[in-house]
């Protein structure tokens, strides 16, 4: 069974400084890998996606992740936060190769940007 | 154009009322979801419909019922909810490339 594992409910930076959100997976073969995020009382907005591509991935907003599968994590790294980036984000994986799969959501990492 | 609308945006419902959320996308996408979201937590799977087939049904109550009228309209039906279901429900589409596309929600309170 997959599962996804975000490591830090809640992490704070300072506006400017460097975001690194952590997340691990398991999964019994070469999975699909997202990053979505959620601003309050909105939808959730795709970040990035890995599929077997790249390792490292880059998104929308100047986020980018790397996959590693020899440590089974997917981190979600960012150079400069900005105040705009304080939202909800989810570490996701596809568990299905066909349309219509179930995606495994970790349980969430609460981003707060401090001016 | 990745774009999901869902409407209404808010809806509030007496427990003995029956209420529709509507979701539409325009994409191609042949795969359409429901989910439920509580407060501080991720979204839970309800219903998949896939080719306007329902493939997935997540044990969901019967006064949820889902509708899936064409390829781009995706309803979800709702009677006799407890003030439990107040939560954001949430609609998603996809191709075979597995990302799913979200729309903002609707936001349900039950009283």
């Known amino acids: 069974a997959q599962s996804v594992t975000q490591l830090d409910s809640h992490v704070s930076v300072s506006e400017g400084t460097p975001v690194l959100l952590r997340c691990n997976y398991s999964?019994?073969?070469?999975?699909?890998l997202f990053w979505y995020v959620q601003h309050p009382n909105k939808g959730l907005q795709l970040l990035l996606k890995?599929?077997?591509?790249?390792?490292l991935v880059k998104g929308i907003n100047g986020f980018e992740a790397e996959f590693k599968k020899s440590e089974t994590s997917f981190h979600l790294t960012k150079p400069s936060a900005h105040m705009s980036d304080a939202a909800e984000y989810f570490c996701v994986v596809s568990d299905s190769i066909l349309q219509g799969g179930k995606l495994i959501f970790g349980q969430g990492t609460e981003l707060s940007v401090k001016p | 154009d990745t774009e999901v609308t869902q409407t209404p945006k808010h809806l509030v419902m007496g427990m003995t009322n029956k209420k529709s959320l509507k979701c539409e996308q325009h994409?191609?996408?042949?795969?359409m979801y429901w989910y439920k979201q509580k407060a501080k937590k991720p979204p839970e799977l309800m219903f998949v419909y896939s080719y306007e087939k329902l493939s997935i049904n997540e044990s969901v109550p019967s006064r949820f019922s889902p509708e899936c009228p064409n390829s781009s309209l995706l309803n979800l039906h709702l009677h006799a909810l407890q003030p439990e279901d107040s939560a954001l429900y949430l609609c998603?589409?996809?191709?075979?490339?597995?990302?799913?596309?979200f729309g903002p929600g609707t936001r349900l309170t039950v009283t």
């Open positions: 999964s019994s073969y070469s999975p699909s």
């Open positions: 994409m191609g996408h042949r795969a």
């Open positions: 998603a589409s996809s191709r075979l490339s597995y990302e799913q596309y």
């Open positions: 890995y599929t077997s591509a790249a390792t």
